[in-house]
Structures are given as C-alpha cells and as structure tokens.
C-alpha cells in the first residue's frame, strides 16, 4: 500500500500562486508514477500532471500547460505542483495519486493509490 497525504491548499486571488505538496509513505517503491488531478463541483475528476519517480517524463493537461510545474524530490518522497497566474476555472478539490505501472498515464482509473485532497479556491 502506498499512502498520500496532500497539502497547500488554500484561497487565493486570480493571478496569484499556490504550490502543493503529496508525501507518499508506505510501499513508494511500488509506484513509478504520480499524478495530479482535480475536481471542481458537479465535473468529473480530470488529469492535471503527471511525472516519473526517475524523473524522466512530464506530463501536462493543455489547460494548464505553461502556468503548472510537476517536481518530485526523490529523498523526501515528496511531489508538488507549482501553480501560477491561477485562474478562478482552477477552483477544484486537487488530489495526488500514485501508479505502480511504467507508463505516464493522464487516465484516471489508471492510477491505483489515491490521497483525501486538498481544496484550491481561485477568487476573482
């Protein structure tokens, strides 16, 4: 089992920045991949970036390409997403997730660990 726990979240006004945090504990050496999805009220829970534990390979959602960052720091078992010139359309619950297969993967149902999620509120 791998266990996620997000944070970082908060309320923040158009333009500004929000960077989040998922610490994966647990069996981490089962997941090759982590991910970030979100989900605001009422949509379905849609892929936002994803990238390797080896570093090696990105993976970005067009909506948020340019103004989002993936890193991951190896020794701490730690992902964040960087977030900037957020846009109040960011507003959604944020979920880290973990996948034990090779591949990137901007498919939901593909991931196989998932965290509680942290609210992103965008004001205008």
């Known amino acids: 089992q791998v266990q996620l726990v997000e944070s970082g979240g908060g309320l923040v006004q158009a333009g500004d920045s929000l960077r989040l945090s998922c610490a994966a504990s647990g069996r981490t050496f089962s997941s090759n991949v982590m991910g970030w999805f979100r989900q605001a009220p009422g949509k379905e829970r849609e892929f936002v970036a994803a990238i390797r534990w080896s570093g090696i390979g990105t993976s970005y959602s067009d909506s948020v390409k340019g103004r989002f960052t993936i890193s991951r720091d190896n020794a701490k078992n730690t992902v964040s997403l960087q977030m900037n010139s957020l846009k109040p359309e960011d507003t959604a619950v944020y979920y880290c997730?973990?996948?034990?297969?090779?591949?990137?993967?901007?498919?939901?149902?593909?991931?196989?660990?998932w965290g509680q999620g942290t609210q992103v509120t965008v004001s205008s």
């Open positions: 997730a973990a996948r034990a297969a090779w591949g990137i993967s901007q498919t939901r149902d593909e991931y196989d660990y």
